[in-house]
């Protein structure tokens, strides 16, 4: 790390406050450029930390920049993790209001639920063996920098620009489909706007999920049976605006939808 305690606080909670405000803030690696993983990810931490402290519960975690579509539009080659806080969660079918966030954009994923702890090092397979069930979200996104302009350290200490999420849909068992050629279409405002499959992610979404346990590990961490698991957005991040309905169709696994008012 190159920041010293007091400097780790110190940006948590502007970021945090700019989060809570809904006052971006210009990239804090603009003030401090050599900051490096460990400091991003000290940096999100104590975020985490300062919601646990105030009641706020961690409704799971979360993958990002892991598909190809979402790697090219932010010009990165590596995955980022973050988690997800209780009062994120919104309704299947429901309303969002937009002025709780800064400039949110919405993005289709395939999400896990575990009935096993997961260790790192592992692979695939354990995560599959691990898992209890799958079933289609929709994250919301929203960067706390101005004008959605970030590096990847930024990004990290920012929790990945975690807002909210929406589930829905089926729950399946993992063995009952192929996660890799499942198809997903997300439609803004009854047009289709993207489409993939499941292998956007990694090529697997599963494989999401391998290099968070690992990345855990090295800090001597693990994911705990019945962890609710977000891999990463399987189409590039989309735009809204007030008034914007948007609706995504999972091959198998049902629909989620949600309006933004």
Known sequence: MTLDDATVSALAERLENAELNRAPITKITDEFPG???DDAYAIQGEIRTRKV??????????AGLTSQAKMKQMNV?????????DY?????????????FIAPRVEAEIAFVTKADIKGPCHIGTVLQATD?????????????????FDLISVVADNTSAAGFVTGGNSRRVADIDLRTLGIVLEKNGEIVELAAGAAVLGHPAESIVMLANMLARKGE?????????????TAAVGVERGDHIAVRYQHLGSVS????
């Open 53 to 62: 402290s105030r009641g706020v519960k961690v409704a799971g975690l979360k």
């Open 258 to 261: 949600m309006r933004f008012v």
């Open 222 to 234: 693990i994911i705990p049976a019945g962890t609710f698991i977000m891999t990463g957005g399987v």
């Open 133 to 149: 069930f799958v079933l289609p979200a929709v994250e919301i996104l929203d960067s706390r920098y101005e004008n959605f302009k």
């Open 77 to 85: 080659s590596e995955p980022v993790f973050g988690f997800m806080c």
């Open 35 to 37: 900051l490096d993983w």
């Open 88 to 100: 994120g969660s919104r309704a299947d079918g429901g309303e969002v209001e937009i002025d709780g």
